[in-house]
């Protein structure tokens, strides 16, 4: 009887574990590059072809191999970085595991060529599917040359679930980047079908940033250096002044290796707090230094998750470092709260404010019923005092807490059998969105209050949120236009000169269609710069650069979705550019002609972001509130 359990022949072992280390081409070129920088390369030059389909050819000026460590290298789990289990609490290079190069071999077709210094010549060694073909010496340059072809042309399935040559290529350049921006020594070169995309020299830390993220950092950032006992932090944050709402630019790396990490990307967004408005994101480029021995890089072959013996601490020193660097550094603007020879403003405390701004939500018996009435007549709520008397109000000993939780869900069961449970918003009185829109006949002439236009009418005050019902008319007249294909594009004076990252300069090649579409007229410069000739109508000039970067990184986040969704998500930010360009202000005539303009769109009760744009307060409800 044959055995059941058998031994895996090397090349279906090496398959198996190709799996897990090389997902897609950028995974090849993130193991290749590695290894070239722990060579001690300061020149690195990455081919690619196809998206790394056919081609993917790193060549380095490290300090190579000899004949045997180069076919030693192909072997599972043989390794020059380590070579017992403490020196995983020690390590000082980006690859220990020795997994990647017999991992990639067992997926592709590999020709290494490569040379120490001191030898007179190299060794050829070639490969397929983990078979050793060929190992004969050759003259070459001292350094390696890595050419891996067809990837997965052995594992069918894993090459048919590779996406578009784009979106390959983005991660490969992601990979590239995320390795460059820690090395600023090293001088990198990346080409795509003979395209460069990507061409750093070797410089100081802030000039890479630069290089590799775009010139608008180079008045953006404020430098960060904080040397502690337990952690050296370094790097750089953005200004208050220039967080962005989509694809900033958020970075993190532990002893020059990149990583994520929830925890720290919290803290320094604590460490803004109210600083910036709500919605936008800083950018920051950090470097952490930390005793090897504190930190666990061998979580996944990827490598990019970490775990910190001292997390915690590190997320303190972290978000002090930050907060010092941003007050410090003039990004807020100081505040005189005493003038010379003006007294000082008496600030109350919490004890001294006036008893109804300290009044807390009432959860008494009678506020419980009080809402059970609101369930039964709904309208009935702006007619309902929930503010009841300190006195009725008692809070439940919280003590015996399982009455209480009874109690709870016996009266909530109760009122959902009579429809669904209020909101906490819903039960206090409401303007009600019913009896929209009113015959133009009936509007008397509105009167402004702050962002609100107000129409008396027959049946009450209607009331319009300006800001939105603006945004509502804007919104729907751009959506309209895209579906017609008829975007009005406004020449510009002086055509503008935009220098995209690399990343952003693969994804405006990739959605240019797009752009032309929503009314711009770009102009391909090379290396990355471009110059806008003409933007969409409306939208004034002196913004267009955060304009096309918020697009494009929106078509970067939404690009799974339908082209539809896509597409009127776009346009919502034409429509915030357009109104951050007009006069808050407005006229009772202007107020009256943008009613008209609301309430014949299809959708003009809210705005596309959801939010109410009309409200009626009936006679009714006007002189419940009077009684």
């Not at 061409?199 to 802030?206: D, F, I, T």
């Not at 008692?394 to 209020?422: C, H, I, N, T």
């Not at 804007?474 to 004076?493: A, P």
């Not at 220098?499 to 579409?517: A, V, Y």
Request: hydrophobic content about 40%.
């Amino acid at each position: 009887m044959d055995n059941l359990v058998r031994l895996l022949p090397d090349n279906i072992a090496n398959q198996i574990a190709a799996g897990e280390v090389i997902q897609r081409p950028a995974s090849v070129v993130k193991e290749l590059v590695e290894n070239a920088v722990d060579a001690g390369a300061t020149e690195i030059y990455i081919h690619i072809k196809d998206a790394g389909k056919t081609l993917i050819q790193v060549i380095d000026n490290g300090k190579g191999m000899d004949a045997m460590d180069a076919r030693m290298a192909f072997e599972r789990h043989a390794t020059s970085k380590i070579r017992q289990a403490e020196d995983l609490f020690a390590l000082s290079t980006l690859g220990f595991r020795g997994e990647a190069l017999p991992s990639i071999a067992a997926v592709s077709h590999i020709t290494l060529q490569t040379r120490t210094e001191d030898a007179p010549q190299g060794v050829r060694i070639e490969l397929e599917g983990s078979k050793v073909l060929s190992s004969e010496p050759v003259g070459c340059a001292v350094g390696a040359n890595f050419a891996v072809r067809h990837l997965f042309y052995n594992v069918p399935a894993r090459r048919k679930f590779l996406k578009q040559d784009e979106t390959e290529y983005r991660h490969i350049v992601t990979e590239v980047q995320n390795i460059a921006a820690v090395r600023p020594e090293v001088a990198f070169t990346l080409k795509h079908n003979e395209m460069v995309s990507i061409q750093v020299p070797a410089s100081s830390l802030k000039q890479r940033v630069i290089d590799l993220f775009g010139k608008r950092f180079v008045d953006k950032l404020l430098t960060l250096d904080v040397d502690t006992p337990m952690i050296r932090i370094r790097g750089f944050v953005s200004m208050v002044s220039s967080t962005r709402k989509r694809g900033a630019n958020q970075y993190f790396f532990a002893n020059e290796r990149y990583m994520r990490h929830p925890y720290f990307h919290r803290m320094v967004l604590n460490a803004y707090g109210n600083m910036i408005p709500s919605g936008e994101q800083p950018e920051y480029f950090l470097y952490l230094t930390v005793d090897p021995a504190n930190i666990d890089v061998n979580i996944s072959p990827t490598k990019t998750e970490i775990k910190f013996a001292n997390e915690q601490d590190i997320g303190s020193i972290l978000y002090s470092s930050v907060r010092e660097v941003l007050m410090v550094g003039a990004s807020v603007p100081t505040l005189d709260f005493v003038a010379p020879g003006k007294q000082e403003v008496q600030i109350p405390t919490s004890q001294e404010l006036p008893h109804e701004e300290l009044q807390e939500p009432p959860t008494s018996p009678e506020y419980m019923q009080v809402v059970s009435r609101l369930h039964d007549n709904p309208n009935e709520g702006a007619a309902v005092d929930l503010s009841l008397s300190n006195d009725s109000f008692e809070m439940p000993d919280l003590a015996d807490w399982d009455s209480f939780y009874k109690e709870f869900e016996s009266r909530r069961s109760q009122s959902s059998g009579r429809g669904v449970a209020p909101s906490a918003k819903s039960l206090l009185p409401q303007p009600r969105l019913l009896d929209l829109p009113i015959p133009e006949e009936q509007i008397g002439e509105p009167w402004i209050y702050a962002d609100y236009a107000i129409f008396p009418t027959d049946a009450g005050l209607s009331i319009m949120h300006v800001g939105r019902a603006r945004q509502c008319v804007i919104y729907h007249d751009l959506k309209r236009s895209l579906e017609r294909g008829t975007i009005l594009s406004r020449r510009m004076l002086f055509p503008s000169l935009i220098d995209f990252s690399p990343q952003e300069n693969l994804l405006l090649k990739e959605h240019l269609g797009t752009l032309l579409r929503l009314g711009f007229d770009l102009s391909d410069m090379g290396q990355g710069s471009y110059v806008i000739n003409a933007l969409p109508d409306g939208v004034a000039a002196g913004a267009e650069e955060e304009l096309v970067k918020d697009l494009l990184a929106e078509c970067d986040q939404s690009g799974r979705e339908p082209v539809e969704t896509l597409h009127d998500r776009l346009v919502l930010i034409l429509t915030e550019s357009r109104l951050r360009h007009i006069d808050a202000s407005i006229s009772s005539a202007d107020a009256l002609e943008l009613y008209r303009q609301l309430t014949v769109l299809p959708e003009y009760l809210v705005s596309p972001l959801g939010q109410p744009t009309l409200s009626l307060i009936s006679k009714q409800e006007l002189e419940k509130r009077f009684k």
